[in-house]
């Protein structure tokens, strides 16, 4: 089974007219179309990333899943629930990190997370493990939440999405406000999370991090599904960045070498160009000449998904290009959060 489903799913806003109260005032309404079509398929025991920049429709989509909204069209699963008609189940099975999380600052963070822990009804098993962690002290658990940093606020986000030991967690932007040494901890936590066969689904638009953590991604533009793939697979065809100097100047011809674009130099003499693909025919073209320095710098996710963006058309809703779509596959409660269209 899937742990988590959406087929078509859509939602669109809808705002009314409000009155006009002085002459030649802009009237204000239409319909937002926060998320179109949506399908993708979520399998259990993997790291699922969900990529866009802000307001693209990944915490539309996380609230349709949590039954927060309803859908326009479409419908979803979530551990084989129905996210319309099984909304407490749900949340009670699932592990919920918002986005740009809100708190009850009156509280201290140990009664914050014993309520959140509460509303799940079940018991916190992995708490302790996750304290030590992400090191906060039971003494900064005694002391009230309106005195915590953005990153300790973050840190018991985490912590109340994950103490139930969750079959699927739902984290948006869960690194926000996360120093690097923290950041490094998370994901080792979910580096052992996916060990044990728990399901994370992971939105962000944080590119380094979804390399760093993912099996798959599902990148979405404009509530529109861009691309669905493995990040191996993305990465595997992307185009790296090459810079190479000749010992003697004497630079090799790259002119028609497959998989070479983008060709040029540098005023102290260095050749650059772009490398797709095979690296084969370059290494071949380049053999007889004597390199003094080569860089062939990795392929990153980011270089993925500024050349997905870049082939949808930017001016339309309409399905994104060919290019754009190339390996397409076949075909509980939070504590608050901040609203993406």
Request: charged share 25%; hydrophobic share 40%; aromatic share 4%.
């Amino acid at each position: 089974m899937d742990a988590l489903t959406t087929t078509g799913l859509t939602k669109h806003y809808g705002h009314r007219e409000l009155p006009v109260h002085r002459p030649g005032a802009p009237r204000s309404g239409g319909e937002v179309r926060a998320l179109e079509d949506l399908s993708i398929a979520v399998h259990e025991g993997e790291i699922f990333g969900f990529l866009g920049p802000n307001g693209a429709g990944k915490s539309t989509t996380i609230r349709l899943l949590l039954g927060y909204l309803h859908p326009t069209a479409g419908s979803a699963t979530v551990l084989g629930l129905d996210v319309v008609r099984d909304t407490v189940a749900i949340r009670g099975r699932v592990g919920y990190l918002p986005g740009g999380i809100a708190l009850y600052d009156s509280l201290s963070g140990e009664r914050l997370l014993d309520y959140l822990g509460e509303l799940t009804g079940r018991p916190p098993v992995r708490r302790a493990e996750l304290l030590e962690r992400l090191e906060l002290s039971a003494r900064t658990l005694r002391r009230p939440v309106r005195d915590y940093s953005r990153g300790m606020r973050q840190k018991v986000g985490i912590i109340q999405a994950l103490q139930h030991d969750p079959e699927l967690a739902i984290l948006d932007e869960p690194t926000e406000g996360l120093d690097p040494l923290m950041q490094r901890a998370f994901y080792a936590i979910l580096d052992d999370l996916k060990a044990a066969g728990r399901t994370i689904f992971f939105s962000s638009h944080v590119l380094s991090e979804v390399e760093r953590v993912c099996d798959r991604v599902a990148i979405v533009r404009r509530g529109r599904l861009v691309a669905l793939q493995d990040v191996a697979s993305l990465l595997e065809h992307r185009k790296r960045n090459v810079e190479l100097r000749a010992a003697d100047g004497d630079l090799p011809a790259l002119e028609g070498v497959a998989g070479v674009s983008g060709l040029g130099r540098t005023a102290d003499g260095r050749l650059t160009c772009q490398l797709e693909g095979d690296v084969g025919p370059f290494l071949a073209a380049i053999a007889g000449h004597r390199i003094s320095d080569l860089t062939i710098e990795p392929a990153h996710l980011e270089e993925a998904f500024l050349e997905l963006y870049e082939d949808a058309e930017p001016e339309d809703d309409g399905p994104p290009a060919v290019g754009a779509v190339a390996g397409r596959e076949g075909g509980a409660g939070g504590a608050g959060s901040q609203a993406e269209p």
